[in-house]
């Protein structure tokens, strides 16, 4: 069932799936499905980073998330959610060089992702994976005072890549430490800030460091 559903994941984030490896052991526990909790901070660098930059002075973004794992004989589904506030100005673009308008301004991103690939050296002690995946990606922007059309609140599909290794500790506790680029059009650079900067991009590079709970197979 997991491996259809991976299939599915795949062919919507428009890649090939990573090749599969064929398990060296025959024990019976690889024949069944095993779920995991996961909870993970990450700092991403963002795409729109002239954007992020003119508003908050700094380009990169904190989330707060969880999920849970699903594997079988290798093969894993991740469905994670998570959330990031940041606190700014409003501001503009004048031949260049951002000016704030002293408009307190509340950004949050909320992303709801589903990814699937492949974890390799599954008996060993440190667990290699790699795998895509899709996700849709809440935004909102608040401002006291704000007049019609400034504030948004908007929601768009985007795209993702994540590579990465978990380290086992316990028989049921995991240590992860990733990379995940995310591609997410549509949101930024319609009108605005972003649009006067030509970034259109709400996605990004974040490193990621996880706690994942449970028997893994």
Known sequence: MIKVICSCVFACALAAPLYGQTATTSDPDDEGLSFRGVVFVSGQWMAAKTTFNAAFDDSTVRFFGGGVLIEEKGVYLGVEI??????????????GQAYKLNIPLTTTITPFEVSAGYRFRRHSSIVPYAGVGIGSYGYSETSPFAEAGDDVDDRHVGFLAVGGAEFRVHRLIGIAADVQYTHVPGILGNAGLSKDAGENDL????VRAKVIIGISH
Do not use: D, M, T, Y
């Open 82 to 95: 998570s959330h990031a506030k940041k606190e700014g100005q409003r501001a503009f673009l004048f031949n």
């Open 203 to 206: 996605g990004g590079v974040a």
